[in-house]
């Protein structure tokens, strides 16, 4: 009988009392209660950094592809990304999605993060809607900058220099 004791005193039992239970749920809970706010804001950065890098992308496919077929490629925003095979004329339309096409040919369609707006910025001059890609000097239109936003981020920025060469930035400004 003594053997069977070892360990433990006489007449108490083993395990968790309301007390401590109720100390660890609140502990959990105001832990919780600061974890969410900053998962929130890491999922909109996630989205706004990952729908950056996807028209990063889209850009550097359409001047591989240029110079690749050794004709024009364009990158422009489509108005219905899941049926247009046809260029916007529209600039808010990029904020929809938008496409890579060599003529009327649709090489790449992406749709657009909703929570993302997509705007271009004047750098110099009017605006392009759309960005042109040639065999042999790169961008042939101007150059381009387009600013991505999701509320509560900083504002990202990809750019398009006549040379063809593509840029990602994260800017210093918030987001509205």
Do not use: H, Y
Request: proline share 5%; hydrophobic share 50%; with cysteine.
């Amino acid at each position: 009988m003594a053997a069977a004791n070892i360990g433990r005193e006489r007449g108490k039992e083993g395990g968790v009392t309301l007390v401590e239970l109720v100390i660890v749920m609140s502990l959990l809970a105001i832990m919780a209660a600061v974890a969410v706010p900053n998962m929130n804001q890491f999922l909109r950065d996630a989205r706004l950094s990952s729908q950056t890098d996807l028209l990063a992308s889209s850009l550097q496919l359409a001047r591989t592809e240029a110079i690749n077929r050794r004709v024009n490629i364009t990158v422009c925003p489509l108005a219905n990304p899941n049926a247009d095979n046809a260029c916007s004329a529209d600039a808010a339309d990029w904020a929809r999605g938008w496409g890579v096409l060599a003529g009327a040919n649709i090489l790449q369609r992406v749709t657009a993060n909703p929570a993302v707006t997509i705007a271009p910025d004047v750098i110099a001059g009017a605006m392009p809607v759309v960005v042109v890609f040639n065999p042999t000097q790169g961008n042939a239109t101007q150059d381009v900058s387009l600013r991505l936003c999701a509320a509560g981020s900083q504002q990202r920025t990809v750019r398009v220099s006549l040379s063809g060469r593509i840029g990602r930035q994260i800017g210093p400004a918030a987001c509205p």
